[in-house]
C-alpha cells in the first residue's frame, strides 16, 4: 500500500512541487523536492536548438535542454534524467523559465490601472528632519519629589536673636542683629567683682 505524505513542508513557490506532494509518496517527493530546490540556483539562455542550463555563478558549460510541447518530451544532454526516470533540475529550471516567460508576454500593456500623483500634492524632493519633540520621562518629577525619612525628621534651626526666630539664617547673618541689640547684664561695662560693694554715689 502506497503511503500517503500529509502536510507536506514546500521550500519553494512552484505548483510543480505542490503537485507531486500529491502523487508522490514520501522518499519520492523528498528526491525531487531536492532537484527542484536545486533548480531556482540554475540559469537558463535560450539558444536556438533550446536552452543552455548553468549554474549562475558559472559563465562557460552547461546542459543542453530540449523541450518539444507537441510531443511532451523532454530531454538533456547528459542523458541522466533517462535513466533515473524523474525530472532534473535543469528541466525544472527549463519548463519553470518557460511558464514565466509566457505569463510575461500575456500580461497586457494598458495604463488604466497606474496611479498617478494629485496635481495639488506636492511632490519635493528635498526633506528636512527637525529635532523630535521633547517628551515627558516617566515617574514624578524632581521638585515635587516627596521627602524621605531623615529629611522628614530634621529639626529646623530657628535663630535666636530676640524677636526674629527666622529659620533660614543663623545669629552671625540675622538681618535684624543691628535693630534689636540690648546689652545683656553680662556685656554690662560696668563690671562687678565678687566681694567688692560698688561705690556709693552719695559719697
Same mark, same amino acid.
Given at each position: #500500500?502506497?503511503?500517503? &505524505?500529509?502536510?507536506?513542508?514546500?521550500?519553494?513557490?512552484?505548483?510543480?512541487?505542490?503537485?507531486?506532494?500529491?502523487?508522490?509518496?514520501?522518499? =519520492?517527493?523528498? *528526491?525531487?523536492?531536492?532537484?527542484?530546490? *536545486? %533548480?531556482?540556483? &540554475? =540559469?537558463?539562455?535560450?539558444? =536556438?536548438?533550446? &536552452?543552455?542550463?548553468?549554474?549562475?555563478?558559472?559563465?562557460?558549460?552547461?546542459? *543542453?535542454? %530540449?523541450?518539444?510541447?507537441?510531443?511532451?518530451?523532454?530531454?538533456?544532454?547528459?542523458? $541522466?534524467?533517462?535513466?533515473?526516470?524523474? @525530472?532534473?533540475?535543469?528541466?525544472? =529550471? !527549463? @519548463?519553470?523559465? $518557460?511558464?514565466?516567460?509566457?505569463?510575461?508576454?500575456? #500580461?497586457?500593456?494598458?495604463?488604466?490601472?497606474?496611479?498617478?500623483? $494629485?496635481?495639488?500634492?506636492? !511632490? !519635493?524632493?528635498?526633506?528636512?528632519? $527637525? !529635532?523630535?519633540?521633547?517628551?515627558?520621562?516617566?515617574?514624578?518629577?524632581?521638585?515635587?519629589?516627596?521627602?524621605?525619612?531623615?529629611?522628614?525628621?530634621?529639626?529646623?534651626? &530657628?535663630?535666636?536673636?530676640? +524677636?526674629?526666630?527666622?529659620?533660614?539664617?543663623?545669629?552671625?547673618?540675622?538681618? +535684624?542683629?543691628?535693630? +534689636?541689640?540690648?546689652?545683656?547684664?553680662?556685656? %554690662?561695662?560696668?563690671?562687678?567683682?565678687?566681694?567688692?560693694?560698688?561705690?556709693? %554715689?552719695?559719697?
Amino acid at each position: #500500500m502506497r503511503q500517503k &505524505y500529509h502536510n507536506p513542508l514546500f521550500r519553494t513557490s512552484f505548483p510543480i512541487e505542490e503537485h507531486v506532494a500529491s502523487i508522490l509518496t514520501p522518499y =519520492a517527493f523528498e *528526491l525531487l523536492q531536492h532537484e527542484i530546490e *536545486l %533548480s531556482t540556483k &540554475y =540559469a537558463a539562455t535560450q539558444t =536556438a536548438h533550446g &536552452y543552455i542550463v548553468r549554474h549562475h555563478t558559472k559563465v562557460d558549460g552547461g546542459r *543542453l535542454v %530540449s523541450w518539444k510541447d507537441e510531443e511532451e518530451s523532454i530531454s538533456c544532454s547528459c542523458k $541522466e534524467f533517462q535513466f533515473s526516470g524523474t @525530472k532534473e533540475r535543469e528541466q525544472v =529550471a !527549463n @519548463k519553470e523559465l $518557460e511558464k514565466v516567460i509566457r505569463q510575461i508576454k500575456s #500580461m497586457p500593456e494598458s495604463q488604466d490601472n497606474l496611479i498617478d500623483l $494629485e496635481p495639488d500634492v506636492p !511632490n !519635493n524632493d528635498g526633506c528636512e528632519v $527637525e !529635532n523630535p519633540v521633547g517628551s515627558k520621562t516617566k515617574g514624578r518629577p524632581k521638585r515635587s519629589r516627596p521627602k524621605g525619612g531623615v529629611e522628614v525628621a530634621k529639626k529646623l534651626r &530657628y535663630c535666636h536673636v530676640p +524677636n526674629c526666630r527666622g529659620t533660614d539664617h543663623d545669629t552671625r547673618n540675622c538681618p +535684624n542683629k543691628n535693630k +534689636n541689640i540690648e546689652v545683656l547684664p553680662s556685656q %554690662s561695662p560696668i563690671k562687678i567683682t565678687k566681694g567688692w560693694r560698688q561705690p556709693s %554715689s552719695n559719697i
